[in-house]
């Protein structure tokens, strides 16, 4: 069935990089745009970047604006979140959604599972 | 950015009817879709476009919205029906695209 599957998370100290992955399986990942969204301990969801489907649009949370790159490889069906100067309250579960689009009206149908970022020292 | 604002929490007598609101300007131009989160689970997605479930969503969950409200609506629910429930939607406000989720809303079965 249709599946994303994120990778990349870890423990990294305050100021340093991590880059994520979410590989796409079961479907045309060069038709859709894709998101990622992250949830901290404890707390709701937060919506972090946007890529268009092909990749010519990436828009960002004013959050990460400025410190955290999104991108995709069509070739490959992978997206990817390079994060750098990373803080503590970027510590959460990152999750990478799949948008759709219904009669004008976009949404996110497809979740992975997350990959946890813990920034400490 | 705007903001969503949902209830912190609800609860709801088994086999009763309950109603999750969230509120927030960018809902005067944008409809919201729903999303359930049990815990240590990823998001799945409820409702979307107005009133339109995913395959394999029991119609006993609903959609509705007015003004600058959107609601989730449970008819009828179900132990299994606890969880945690975000709202979501285009953010209005700035000049670039963004998204917006709601505060959430922990529905307890009682």
């Known amino acids: 069935q249709v599946q994303l599957v994120e990778s990349g998370g870890g423990v990294v100290q305050p100021g340093r990089s991590l880059r994520l992955s979410c590989a796409a399986s079961?479907?045309?990942?060069?038709?859709?745009?894709m998101h990622w969204v992250r949830q901290a301990p404890g707390k709701g969801l937060e919506w972090v970047a946007v890529?268009?489907?092909?990749?010519?649009?990436?828009y960002y949370a004013d959050s990460v604006k400025g410190r955290f790159t999104i991108s995709r490889d069509n070739a490959k069906n992978t997206q990817y979140l390079q994060m750098n100067s990373l803080r503590a309250e970027d510590t959460a579960v990152y999750y990478c959604?799949?948008?759709?689009?219904?009669?004008?009206?976009?949404?996110?149908?497809?979740w992975g599972k997350g990959t946890t970022v813990t920034v400490s020292s | 950015s705007s903001e969503l604002t949902q209830d912190p929490a609800v609860s709801v007598a088994l086999g009763q009817t309950v109603r999750i609101t969230c509120q927030g300007d960018?809902?005067?131009?944008?409809?919201a879709s729903w999303y359930q989160q049990k815990p240590g689970q990823a998001p799945v997605l409820v409702i979307y476009?107005?009133?339109n479930r995913p395959s394999g969503i029991p119609d006993r969950f609903s959609g509705s919205s007015s003004g600058n409200t959107a609601s989730l609506t449970i008819t009828g629910a179900q132990a299994e029906d606890e969880a945690d429930y975000y709202c979501?939607?285009?953010?209005?406000?700035?000049?670039?695209?963004?998204?917006?989720f709601g505060t959430g809303t922990k529905v307890t079965v009682l």
């Open positions: 079961k479907f045309t990942f060069s038709r859709y745009a």
């Open positions: 979501n939607s285009r953010d209005s406000s700035g000049n670039l695209l963004s998204y917006v």
């Open positions: 890529v268009s489907d092909d990749g010519s649009n990436k």
């Open positions: 960018s809902l005067r131009s944008y409809h």
């Open positions: 476009a107005k009133n």
């Open positions: 959604a799949r948008e759709a689009w219904s009669g004008g009206y976009n949404y996110m149908d497809v």
